[in-house]
Nanobody, 121 residues
Framework: QGQLVESGGGLVQAGDSLRLSCAAS????????LGWFRQAPGKEREFVAI???????YYSNSVKGRFSISRDDIKNTLYLQMRSLKPEDTAVYYC???????????????WGQGTQVTVSS
């Protein structure tokens, strides 16, 4: 089964950048779509970005142009580069995998434990 472990979260100021990582152990990313999701206090978990196994990327409108998702299948690591952070980006960020080659937000079935990102104004 393996696990996904997120890292790189923290407390930053508005306008700062941060890069999240998601390392897989005991499982491979090959052939899987990978995604980042987030959940703010009192809100439902929402889709942030997806990278398919073919390398195509998809972003929510709220992060498009500011965030960049990438994957390294040799290192079995997923990244989320976040720029121009806003207080509304504050949330717990989760990485996830889907067995689908090209997955939509509802297709993810294996999750990490999350990493907290807090953006102060």
């Amino acid at each position: 089964q393996g696990q996904l472990v997120e890292s790189g979260g923290g407390l930053v100021q508005a306008g700062d950048s941060l890069r999240l990582s998601c390392a897989a152990s005991g499982r491979t990313f090959n052939g899987n779509s990978l995604g980042w999701f987030r959940q703010a206090p009192g809100k439902e978990r929402e889709f942030v970005a997806i990278v398919s196994s073919l390398g195509s990327t998809y972003y929510s409108n709220s992060v498009k142009g500011r965030f960049s998702i990438s994957r390294d299948d040799i290192k079995n690591t997923l990244y989320l580069q976040m720029r121009s952070l806003k207080p509304e980006d504050t949330a717990v960020y989760y990485c996830a995998t889907s067995p689908k080659v090209v997955a939509g937000p509802a297709d993810f079935d294996f999750w990490g434990q999350g990493t907290q990102v807090t953006v102060s104004s």
